[in-house]
Structure formats: C-alpha cells, structure tokens
C-alpha cells in the first residue's frame, strides 16, 4: 500500500469515527430530551390529579354537609308534625271531650233554672261562652290534623279566615279545580297546609304587608299543581337570608321536595315577596 492510499484510508477512517461520534451525540440528546419530556408529563400529570382529588374532596364534604342540613331540616320537620299530632290527640282526648260534656250537662240543667229574666239570661251567656270555646277548640284540632281531614279546601279556608282574623291581613284565596286538591292523599294536604300556614306567618312577622294572595291550582292536561303565595310587604333580597337564623323558608322548600315538588322565591327590597309551589298531580 503506497503513502497515498495509507492516507486516503487513515482520512476516510477519521470520517467514520466523527460521522459515527456525531451520531451518538445526537442519540445521547435525544434520548434526555425524551426523559425530560417524559418527566415533564409526569409532575403535569401528579398536579392535574391532585387538582381532582381536592375538588373531588371538597365536592364530598359540600354534598355531605348539604346532606346533613337536609336531614336535619327533614327531622325537624317530622318533629313538628309529631308533636302537633300528639298535641292534637290531647286536646281531642281532654278538652274538646270535656267541653262537650260539660255543654250537654248544661243542657240538661235548663229545666231547674228558675224561670225569671236574669236567670235565663245568665243561663245564655253560659251557652255561648260554651259553644264559642267548643269552636274555638275545633278550630284548633283543625289546625294540628289539616292532613286528616277529608274536606282539604274547607281546612285552608278555615286557616285563611282564621290568620286574616288574628294578624288583621287581607288574605284572599283562590282555588281552582278544587276535586284535584279533595282526593289528594294525607301527606300532600299535611304538607301543603302548613306550607300557606308557614308562609303566612312569615308574611306577616316579617314583611310588614297589608295583603296576602294564596292561590291554588291544578292543571290536568300538564299534571301539575301549584301553590302561589304573594304578598305586598317589604320584600327582601333572598342572597343574603342567613339560613342558619331563619329556618322559615327552608322549611317551607323541604315541605316541598317531601311532596315531589320544589320551591321558588322571588322578592326585592320595596316589591314583596312570591313563593311559588309545584309538584306532580
């Protein structure tokens, strides 16, 4: 091999071992790249499922809190409808029996009341005192049994007459298809009862009104009734009721969900309130 062909070799050989160095030089970055975009992807990864974990978290405690003011709410309304029917079998039990009794003993002393104007007169006033504790007191078993009852509409009408009577509001009722409201079964009536009885009193502790519409109505064709209470007081910008300090209006939406229903509450300040009922037929 003549010193030409040594060196073209010796050059063509140089060649090789740069061509072959540059290339795994490029292999060797190319290979840190990929484990620093790989690592890149992973710490991503780690953040975005920590991210979900925490919200997920924080949705579980929320839903359990919601959960338990719910089941709180419930109890406390079972509570109330507890007592008021033991409160009811009481004063059926004691005072309207007593009552009762004592007005037919009164009847039957008539005939040895002497028969002059005073004694009679007295003997009169006796009986109305009598008739008028009787009403009074059936008016209050009518109040603590409204789901009982067979004749729902009569009951709200009574309890109408009886809170325009008492808080001196101008509470107008309307009902419409008043056979939908007659059939429907002891919860509902319970329910809706006390719903227009707590709205009421609401309206009337609170809002400073003059007047309150209830309006009941039940459509066939769509399958729904409705409840709408309004009223012309002070109204109020329902974002800021603290719900811890008045359970009025939460009670009145958990009434709602126990009939299927739900519960919506327009009001501003200076326009009234409305409270607006629907559940299924």
Request: charged share 25%; hydrophobic share 40%.
């Amino acid at each position: 091999m003549s010193a030409e062909q040594k060196q073209e070799f010796m050059l063509c050989a140089a060649s090789f071992l740069n061509a072959s160095a540059s290339s795994l030089l490029f292999g060797e970055k190319l290979l840190l790249a990929t484990c620093l975009g790989f690592c890149v992807l992973l710490v991503a990864l780690v953040f975005v499922l920590r991210y979900a974990m925490n919200r997920e978290e924080k949705y579980r405690k929320l839903k359990n809190i919601s959960e338990i003011t719910k089941a709180v709410e419930e109890a406390t309304i079972q509570a109330q409808d507890n007592e008021r029917k033991a409160l009811y079998q009481t004063l059926h039990d004691t005072v309207s029996q007593n009552t009762k009794a004592e007005q037919i003993f009164t009847e039957k002393l008539k005939p040895f009341i002497p028969q002059d104007l005073a004694a009679l007169e007295l003997y009169d006033s006796i009986q109305k005192i009598q008739k008028e504790n009787l009403a009074g007191v059936r008016n209050i078993l009518n109040s603590y049994s409204a789901g009982a009852q067979k004749d729902f509409c009569q009951n709200v009408a009574e309890l109408c007459a009886s809170l325009k009577n008492s808080t001196k509001l101008d509470i107008k009722l309307l009902i419409q298809n008043q056979e939908a409201f007659a059939s429907a079964d002891p919860k509902e009536k319970d329910n809706i009862y006390n719903i227009i009885k707590e709205a009421a009193n609401n309206a009337f502790r609170h809002a400073k009104c003059e007047s309150v519409s209830v309006i009941l109505r039940a459509d066939c064709k769509a399958g729904r009734k409705s409840l709408l209470i309004i009223d012309d007081g002070a109204g109020f910008d329902p974002s800021l009721v603290d719900k811890s300090a008045h359970h009025g209006l939460e009670i009145v939406k958990n009434r709602a969900a126990l009939v299927g229903g739900t519960c919506a509450i327009k009001s501003e300040p200076g326009n009234g309130t409305e409270i607006s009922v629907e559940w299924p037929l």
